[in-house]
C-alpha cells in the first residue's frame, strides 16, 4: 500500500481533526438553541470518544493500574502528548489530593479559533473534558472535568480541571476483571 | 516596507484592504483594482503572455509614477496585491514573494477559524494587526 | 504503529456520523434520512474547504482539471485517508471515478449486509470533504458514493460546468 505524499502526514491529521472538530462546533451552534446545549453535546461527544480511546491507549502504552490519582495525572499526561501532541503541566492539587489542574499553554484545537463575541458562553474544547471522563469511567474512575480558563476567552492559558468523585469497583459487571 | 496590501476574492470583490497611511487608502483601492485585469490575462493559459510559470507569485503587475504592484495568486484563485511606494529601491522580488507567502499562511490560517464564513469580508482585528506587521516588516 | 491523531480523527469521526443520525433520530421517515447525510457531507464539505486551503499553500499552480483529480487521488488522499487512489477512470467530459479498495472509514467494517446498508453514512463525510476541496480549488460538482462490497468504495464526481 503506497503512502507517497508530499505531505508531512502527521499534521494534516492533526490538522485534519482540529478543522473537523472545529466545523462540528460552529455547524452545533447553528443547530442547537443554546451554548449551554452545544457544551452539553461536545462532552457528550469526547466522553463517547474516551471510552474508545482508552483502549488504544492502554495497548500502545502497556500501561497497567493506576497506583494513585497523581499517577492517573501522569498518565493523562502522557495521552496528551500521544494524541493531541502537547505537554500540558500538572499543578494545583487540592489540599485532599482529589483534584488537579491540568495547564495547556498551546492547544492544537483552539489555535486557528476566533471565538465570536456572541458566543462566550460557548466552551469550545468541552470535548477534552469528556475524553478524560469517558476514558478514566473505564478504568472504574468516576471524576469530573471542566475548563477553568480559556485561552479563547482571553486568558493565558486553558486550565482544565479534574475532579477525582469515587472508585466505580462496585458497579463492575459480574464475570469481569 | 510596503505601503498597501489588498486580498481580493474569487469573484474578484475586495475581501480585505490595509493601507499604511489612511488618506491615501480609496486611490489605492482604485489601483488594486485596476490590476486585476493584468492578473486575468497573466492566468489565462489561451493568452500568449500568459506566464510560463507554475508560481504562485506573479511579481511585478505594472507601475504608475508614485507606486509599483505585485500579484500573487494562491491555487484557491484568491489574489494577493501589494504596493510599493516607486522611490523604494531597497524591496527586492524575494522580499516581495517571502511577503506574499507570510500573507498568504495568515490568510489560510484565518480561513481556518471555524467561524469564518469562506467569501465573506474579513473583519478580523488579529488578521488586520498581523498584516500590517508583514507589509511593514515588523514580523 | 499509526500515530495517535490517526485513531482520534477516525473516533471523531465515528462520533460526528452518530450524532448527525441521533440529531434526526425519533424522525425514521426517509426524507430525514437524506437529510441527516446532507448535514454530514456539509461538514466534510466545510473541512475540505478550509483543509485545502492549507494544503495547497506551498504548491505550484495545477495546470488543468486533470492535473487537480491526480493530485486529489494521490498526495491528498495519502495525507488524509493513509493510501492512494487505487483506480482513477475519466470519460474525459466531467466525470471521473475514484476507486478505493481498502476505504480507511469502511476497513474495520465486517462484510455483510447490515454492514452493507450502514456504509452511507459512512461515506458522506467523504463526499463532502471531495466536493468541499473541489469547490475551493474553483471546480463545482456533484460528488456520490457507492459501496458495492466493503472495505471499497467509489466515488463519483460530475462536474458542474457553467
Known amino acids: 500500500m503506497s503512502r507517497s505524499t508530499r505531505f508531512d502526514t502527521k499534521k494534516v491529521n492533526s490538522e485534519l481533526v482540529t478543522l473537523t472538530y472545529g466545523t462540528l462546533v460552529a455547524q452545533m451552534v447553528k443547530d442547537l438553541d443554546t451554548a449551554e446545549d452545544v457544551n452539553k ?28 490519582l497523581k499517577d492517573t495525572a501522569d498518565k493523562i499526561l502522557s495521552a496528551f502528548r500521544l494524541y493531541l501532541g502537547v505537554q500540558p503541566n500538572v499543578v494545583n492539587w ?18 486557528l479559533v476566533e471565538l465570536p463575541d456572541e458566543l462566550k458562553q460557548l466552551k469550545y474544547c468541552n470535548m477534552i473534558c469528556g475524553v478524560i471522563r469517558g476514558a478514566l469511567e473505564m478504568v ?28 466505580l469497583e462496585d458497579a463492575m459487571p459480574a464475570g469481569e476483571d | 516596507m510596503a505601503v498597501c496590501a489588498a486580498i481580493v476574492g474569487k469573484d474578484n470583490s475586495p475581501k480585505y484592504f490595509c493601507c499604511i497611511n489612511p488618506d491615501e487608502e480609496l486611490s489605492y483601492q482604485y489601483k488594486v483594482l485596476s490590476s486585476l485585469d493584468i492578473i486575468e490575462e497573466r492566468l489565462n493559459p489561451a493568452n500568449k503572455n500568459a506566464s ?14 508614485t507606486c509599483k504592484l505585485y500579484g500573487y495568486v494562491t491555487n484557491t484563485k484568491i489574489k494577493l496585491i501589494i504596493v510599493v511606494n516607486a522611490m523604494n529601491l531597497t524591496l527586492k522580488d524575494n522580499d516581495i514573494r517571502s511577503m506574499f507567502q507570510k500573507i498568504h499562511s495568515e490568510y489560510a490560517d484565518m480561513v481556518s477559524n471555524p467561524f469564518y ?9 488579529l488578521f488586520d494587526s498581523t498584516i500590517k506587521g508583514i507589509i511593514t516588516g515588523t514580523v | ?94 466525470v471521473y ?45 456533484v460528488v456520490k458514493a457507492e459501496v458495492q462490497s466493503l472495505p471499497s468504495c467509489k466515488f463519483h464526481i460530475q462536474i458542474q460546468r457553467t
Open chain 2, 117 to 125: 464564513i469562506p467569501g465573506e469580508p474579513i473583519t478580523s482585528k
Open chain 2, 52 to 65: 510560463e510559470s507554475k508560481e504562485l507569485f506573479l511579481g511585478h503587475l505594472y507601475s504608475l509614477e
Open chain 1, 41 to 68: 453535546q461536545l462532552e457528550r461527544i469526547g466522553y463517547n470518544m474516551g471510552i474508545r480511546l482508552i483502549e488504544d491507549f492502554l495497548s500502545r502504552t502497556g500501561t497497567g493500574r493506576c497506583l494513585d
Open chain 3, 97 to 141: 471515478v475514484l476507486q478505493d479498495n481498502n476505504f480507511r472509514f469502511l476497513s474495520k467494517m465486517s462484510n455483510g449486509k447490515q454492514y452493507l446498508e450502514a456504509a452511507p453514512k459512512y461515506v458522506a463525510f467523504t463526499c463532502g470533504i471531495i466536493r468541499g476541496s473541489l469547490s475551493n480549488l474553483n471546480i463545482h460538482c
Open chain 3, 1 to 94: 504503529m499509526d500515530d495517535g491523531t490517526d485513531i482520534l480523527f477516525d473516533l471523531l469521526h465515528f462520533e460526528i456520523v452518530n450524532w448527525t443520525d441521533r440529531a434526526h433520530s425519533e424522525e425514521k421517515d426517509k426524507d430525514k434520512k437524506d437529510e441527516d447525510l446532507s448535514n454530514l457531507e456539509y461538514i466534510g464539505f466545510s473541512t475540505g474547504y478550509r483543509l485545502i486551503e492549507r494544503l495547497t499553500k506551498e504548491m505550484p499552480r495545477f495546470k488543468d482539471e486533470l492535473d487537480t483529480m491526480k493530485f486529489i487521488c494521490t498526495d491528498f488522499w495519502s495525507a488524509v485517508y493513509k493510501k492512494q487512489i487505487d483506480n482513477l477512470k475519466t470519460n474525459h467530459n466531467g
Open chain 1, 94 to 111: 487540592s489540599g485532599a489530593g482529589d483534584e488537579f489542574s491540568l495547564i495547556l499553554e498551546s492547544n492544537p484545537l483552539t489555535e
Open chain 1, 140 to 167: 472504574q474512575l468516576d471524576v469530573q472535568s471542566w475548563i477553568v480558563q480559556d485561552q479563547l476567552k482571553g486568558d493565558q492559558n486553558t486550565e482544565i480541571r479534574v475532579k477525582f468523585i469515587r472508585r
